[in-house]
């Protein structure tokens, strides 16, 4: 058993086909995760070459330079220029478009200069052709001094030549620079290697331009002080080595590619522009695209999510009657199967949701709402692309929140991952409903009827401060990034069906072992904190009601109240009591942590105290008088206050555990609970105080 | 001085100068070195972003940004 493992990491610019590539390479041998402490999502899959021979590849975030202007674009630098990083390739693999191939080649030529080990895969050939260029691969190969293979990724062309070619070129060491800087900037690179004790004319130059990036901070001082001895400005240096790469890069292409008449229609682009970035027809499709999603997500999921919900019910109802009774059964049944139910039910959400994600992403179409939404959404610190996660949170916050990741600027990112929880989700709905019903007659104003104005007033709250709270924190976070919106479009493309499966599938993967074991895992404490109670108390409970009829709804409503759920919800009754609420209320918001809706079934248990009938939890509660006037408990004021409570409150452990995994820091979802709880309680302090 | 802004769609230009250190950086790195040609083909709604065709692929940039952009208008298709 020989079995060597080599790394490779591909690089390219975005759009290349970095990810298509790697999935063909890879298969569904992947695992994705995030680089420890930063958000960009980390790719690694394993690309089997033979019995003896496997690789490590890994997917670098797409980048046109190596002079970083991202975390993103960092990540790539950070890799590719430190010998001693623990992700450093024994190959890069450069994808470049070749219909594109003059910027794409920049970002090559500077890992060649690196000094890299370097494969370069001509991708898009299939495009190329259709544009009329012709690229001669043999004389590219010799220029540039590296194998060239030319592939197309999504048929899967050329893909066993490039393996081959990639076992071979294991022991290559590479030649010569493409552009010698050490010859535009003689002495300074010179000393600048004997300072970083290295011999790599570019990595030195990289040092000298960029002395903030991490890893060179101990020659930070000696390389200051050398630009100002060789009169050596950075950006005057980094612009004057781009421009001298470009025109080496023009003669080079000049050499290698061959304009011919285009063949095929690739006009489609602009075709498909004059409609969908029109200024008028433009906003409409995008609007009813939105619609669509919406509906899909909102409606269309709740059939799968049904079936998860009752087929759960089925399990718990089997296992509760075939485990022997008692505590183990419980465990079982209310602890882990709810939780895992509760997991799973999710899934339907996060695949519709990321299908059309995928779609519209792979083909092209994202760009242009980007495009055409730039100027109106960053004046409150949006992005383009942060309405989806906003309009999908009206469905779940957990998806959306998820669908984050295609926003490129962090500090809009983060915006947009703290306010979509603010949206009024498909959760809260069984809430609203419940106290709706209870609050407000069933009576028509206008030819409108009240109970749905209500309703649409609280999915407005939702929305509406979901903008202001965007705009107050435009100014509140800071970022170190340039707001620059430079960006490419990518000509339209045909989706290609198994990148949007590959991307689902990843996404439901993330969600059910990233976030699946914290999840399950508040499961249980929750259980715990409901099931048990300190000392004997659960004891005397059943001792007391023992014979009398419909004994079961008081013992459980007793023990609920007895329990350490109990207990704090009584501890926090001091707390609540100005909103209007009582301990009773105290109780299920702690429990309607485990997911909003839980909220109506613990109000059902725990007012079944002392209740004979078997009632809906409606007529239950709309029955109940205040112990201190004697009138109806659910007044205006208390149910408006309630209702505001969980527009606000982030009362979801699954979008905090996602919000966790997305920002890949415990501190968002901190500071989230913190500023969505404070909204929560001074808005139904506000509201029960001058209504009652 | 012509800047990228002014350039009404269809027209031709060539990129000569960028004054915003950062941004000349990024768009040099992206192809737009002095003496390239482009067309300006799209200008969104708004005041919003301006696409260009620069080296067979379109590029779109923020009107602001596009002020600190000094060209050469051509002509006009
Ligand atoms: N026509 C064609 N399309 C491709 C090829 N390779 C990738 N694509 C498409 O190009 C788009 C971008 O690819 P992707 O892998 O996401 O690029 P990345 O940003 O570099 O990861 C997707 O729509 C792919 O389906 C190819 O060889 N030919
Ligand atoms: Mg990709």
């Given at each position: ?63 046109y ?7 993103d ?281 990321f299908a ?7 083909t ?34 957990v ?112 969600f ?5 074991k ?11 904190m ?8 659960f ?11 419909n004994?079961?709804?008081?013992i ?14 009584k ?49 239950r ?34 979008t ?37 | ?77």
């Amino acid at each position: 058993m020989s079995n060597q493992v080599f790394k490779i990491a591909l690089a390219g610019n975005p759009n290349s086909g970095k990810t298509t590539l790697f999935n063909a390479l890879t298969g569904l041998k992947q695992k994705v995760g995030n680089y420890p402490g930063i958000t960009v999502e980390k790719k690694l899959g394993t690309i089997r070459f033979s019995d003896d021979y496997e690789a490590i590849a890994i997917d670098l975030p797409g980048t046109y330079s190596l002079f970083p202007k991202s975390i993103d674009e960092e990540v790539a630098q950070q890799i590719l220029c430190n010998k001693d990083n623990s992700d450093y390739p024994d190959i890069t693999l450069v994808v470049a478009d070749a219909s594109n191939l003059r910027r794409t080649i920049f970002l090559l030529t500077q890992i060649i200069d690196l000094k890299m080990n370097v494969v370069l895969a001509l991708n898009m050939v299939d495009i190329a052709t259709k544009k009329g260029l012709i690229v001669d691969v043999n004389l590219l190969s010799k220029k540039l001094g590296i194998p060239v293979v030319a592939i197309n990724a999504r048929k899967g062309k050329g893909i066993e030549v490039l393996k081959k070619t990639l076992i071979n070129s294991l022991d290559r060491s590479p030649d010569y620079p493409f552009l010698d800087v050490g010859k535009l900037f003689k002495g300074a690179i010179k000393k600048a290697n004997i300072i970083r004790n290295v011999e790599n004319n570019y990595a030195s130059f990289m040092a000298l331009c960029k002395q903030k990036l991490s890893g060179e901070l101990e020659n930070r001082c000696a390389l200051n002080q050398l630009c100002k001895s060789e009169d050596i400005i950075p950006e005057r240096a980094q612009a004057k080595e781009t421009v001298n790469r470009y025109s080496l890069i023009d003669k080079l292409v000049k050499e290698t590619v061959k304009q011919g008449e285009p063949i095929g229609k690739y006009m489609i682009t602009r075709r498909l522009d004059d409609l969908l970035i029109h200024p008028f027809y433009g906003y409409i499709i995008f609007l009813l695209i939105l619609f669509v999603i919406f509906q899909v997500v909102f409606s269309l999921a709740t059939y799968p999510m049904d079936l998860i919900d009752g087929l759960f019910v089925d399990i718990q109802m089997f296992v509760a009657q075939t485990l022997p009774k008692g505590l183990l059964n419980d465990l079982v049944v209310n602890g882990i199967l709810a939780g895992l139910g509760g997991i799973l039910i999710f899934v339907p959400q996060i695949a519709f949701l990321f299908a059309f994600i995928a779609f519209l992403e792979d083909t092209g179409y994202m760009a242009r709402v980007s495009f055409i939404t730039d100027k109106l959404l960053r004046n409150v610190g949006l992005n383009g692309r942060s309405i989806i996660p906003l309009l999908s949170g009206a469905a779940c916050a957990v998806p959306a929140i998820m669908s984050t990741r295609t926003i490129s600027s962090w500090k809009e990112r983060i915006i947009t991952i703290l306010v979509t929880p603010l949206m009024s989700c498909s959760a809260r709905l069984p809430v609203y409903t419940l106290i709706i019903a209870l609050i407000i007659p069933a009576e028509d104003y206008f030819g409108f009827n009240l109970q749905g104005i209500v309703m649409m007033s609280f999915y407005m709250i939702g929305f509406i401060s979901a903008i202001l709270v965007a705009l107050l924190l435009k100014y509140i976070i800071k970022s170190k990034e340039y707001s620059y919106y430079i960006m490419e479009m990518p000509s339209y493309k045909i989706p290609d069906w198994k990148t949007v499966g590959y991307t689902i599938y990843e996404k439901v993967k993330i969600f059910l072992f990233d976030a699946g074991k914290i999840i399950i895992a508040v499961s249980i404490v929750l259980w715990f904190m409901s099931s048990f109670s300190p000392g004997d108390n659960f004891e005397k409970i059943e001792q007391k009601w023992k014979g009398h009829e419909n004994a079961e709804f008081n013992i459980n409503a007793d023990k609920l109240e007895a329990s350490y759920a109990g207990i704090i919800g009584k501890m926090i009754e001091p707390a609540i009591k100005p909103l209007g609420f009582d301990w009773k209320i105290g109780i299920s918001l702690i429990t309607s942590f485990a997911a909003r809706e839980v909220f109506v079934g613990t109000m059902s248990t725990i007012y079944s105290v002392g209740d004979s009938n078997v009632k809906s939890i409606q007529t239950r509660l709309s029955e109940l008088k205040n112990p201190d006037t004697g009138e109806a408990f659910f007044t205006p004021a208390v149910g408006i206050s309630l209702m505001l409570f969980y527009a606000f409150a982030m009362q979801c452990m699954t979008t905090i555990v996602i919000v966790y995994r997305e920002t890949n820091h415990w501190k968002w979802p901190f500071i989230q609970f913190i500023y969505m709880g404070f909204l929560a309680y001074v808005s139904s302090l506000i509201a029960y105080q001058l209504l009652s | 001085m012509q800047c990228l802004a002014e350039l009404p769609i269809g027209s031709i230009g060539e990129m000569v100068r960028i004054f915003d250190n950062n941004l000349e950086q990024k768009l040099l790195e992206m192809g737009c070195t002095p003496g390239e040609n482009f067309k300006v083909i799209r200008k969104a709604p708004f005041g919003g972003p301006v696409a260009i065709l620069i080296s067979s692929y379109i590029l779109s940039i923020r009107r602001e940004d596009a002020k600190s952009i000094e060209v050469i208008e051509l002509r006009n298709e």
